[in-house]
T-cell receptor, first 118, second 116 residues
Framework: GAVVSQHPSRVICKSGTSVKIECRSL??????MFWYRQFPKQSLMLMAT?????????EQGVEKDKFLINHASLTLSTLTVTSAHPEDSSFYIC??????????????FGPGTRLTVT | AQSVTQPDIHITVSEGASLELRCNYS??????LFWYVQSPGQGLQLLLK??????LVQGIKGFEAEFKRSQSSFNLRKPSVHWSDAAEYFC??????????????FGSGTRLSIRP
């Protein structure tokens, strides 16, 4: 089946620095990818839709200048948390839709990246 | 706008007992519904999905779910739980299966604990 990977799985950074998280679709192409944030014991909240070759679409309340998204190719989307602060510490998950039988899309989720800002 | 409600935040059941996790959706048209499971610190695994046809859907790990349009529900069931089923369970809805840009809306999740 389709596989989505994320790198790194865990990252610790100091407050004020930037960190980049990669999301890759390993055996399929994705013109669209999604980025979610999950705080402890909470649900996944959609942050933005990453669009290959064009600007990302951000959900209401998500700072686009803080969470930079680049969908450089059909298999790679990156999320850069700029000037990270402790409140940005969270679990970040990406997903990519893959078209299967019958023309329907199914979302495949990455394993997540645990970001800790000290 | 579509939404998903999981009324139970935390459920504890004994190993070997049956399980039902509740999910209610709000959407005007035919919804496309999912159940995902998440172990601590892990990503999501799809248990099952419904988008048409038989309203009783079979999934992996012995789970099943029944779509009831009259009750706007899509409850997850398992006849006999195992200790390894302890995890967080999310019900989700997507407005279209035919668009790559269709967003998934997640419920708040239900944490399942298993009593030995």
């Amino acid at each position: 089946g389709a596989v989505v990977s994320q790198h790194p799985s865990r990252v610790i950074c100091k407050s004020g620095t930037s960190v980049k998280i990669e999301c890759r679709s390993l055996d399929f192409q994705a013109t669209t990818m999604f980025w979610y944030r999950q705080f402890p014991k909470q649900s996944l909240m959609l942050m933005a839709t990453s669009n290959e070759g064009s600007k990302a679409t951000y959900e209401q309340g998500v700072e686009k200048d803080k969470f930079l998204i680049n969908h450089a190719s059909l298999t790679l989307s990156t999320l850069t948390v700029t000037s990270a602060h402790p409140e940005d510490s969270s679990f970040y998950i990406c997903s990519a839709p893959n078209r299967g039988q019958g023309g329907t899309y199914e979302q495949y989720f990455g394993p997540g990246t645990r970001l800790t800002v000290t | 706008a579509q939404s998903v409600t999981q009324p139970d935040i935390h459920i504890t059941v004994s190993e070997g007992a049956s399980l039902e996790l509740r999910c209610n959706y709000s959407y005007g048209a035919t919804p496309y519904l999912f159940w995902y499971v998440q172990s601590p610190g892990q990503g999501l695994q799809l248990l099952l999905k419904y988008f048409s046809g038989d309203t009783l859907v079979q999934g992996i790990k012995g789970f099943e779910a029944e779509f009831k349009r009259s009750q706007s529900s899509f409850n997850l069931r398992k006849p006999s739980v195992h200790w390894s089923d302890a995890a967080e369970y999310f019900c989700a809805v997507v407005t279209s299966f035919y668009s790559s840009a269709s967003k998934i809306i997640f419920g708040s999740g239900t944490r399942l604990s298993i009593r030995p």
